[in-house]
Nanobody, 127 residues
Framework: QVVLVESGGGSVQGGGSLRLSCAAS????????MAWFHQAPGKEREGLAA???????DYPDSLKGRFTISKDSAKNTVYLQMNNLEPEDTAMYYC?????????????????????WGQGTQVTVSS
């Protein structure tokens, strides 16, 4: 059993920053692909960032460089640094893990590629 727990969400004004954390426990291996997604009410879950076994990262072009994913393997923790937040970023943010690959693929930002998910942490950005 693998458990992912997100933290660090909250309310922030537009232009502000937050850093989300995802702590993994249970039968987890540090070479697993890790990713962040968000989902706003009535919208599809959207991939924000993925990081692979050797620390390579992938982001959707729409983020314009505002978000950065990183990891601390010793702590089994993945982070998402979010800068210049916009009201459109308001959503539930989820951490996900893929045990079946080590390196980035075109599916690294696709929700169906991930087997394990956290419960989410809410991010609200006011205008």
């Amino acid at each position: 059993q693998v458990v992912l727990v997100e933290s660090g969400g909250g309310s922030v004004q537009g232009g502000g920053s937050l850093r989300l954390s995802c702590a993994a426990s249970g039968h987890f291996a540090q070479w697993w692909m890790m990713a962040w997604f968000h989902q706003a009410p009535g919208k599809e879950r959207e991939g924000l960032a993925a990081i692979d076994n050797i620390g390579r990262a992938d982001y959707p072009d729409s983020l314009k460089g505002r978000f950065t994913i990183s990891k601390d393997s010793a702590k089994n923790t993945v982070y998402l640094q979010m800068n210049n937040l916009e009201p459109e970023d308001t959503a539930m943010y989820y951490c996900a893990a893929d045990p079946y690959r080590r390196y980035l693929k075109p599916t690294s930002l696709a929700p169906y590629a991930y087997s394990y998910w956290g419960q989410g942490t809410q991010v609200t950005v006011s205008s």
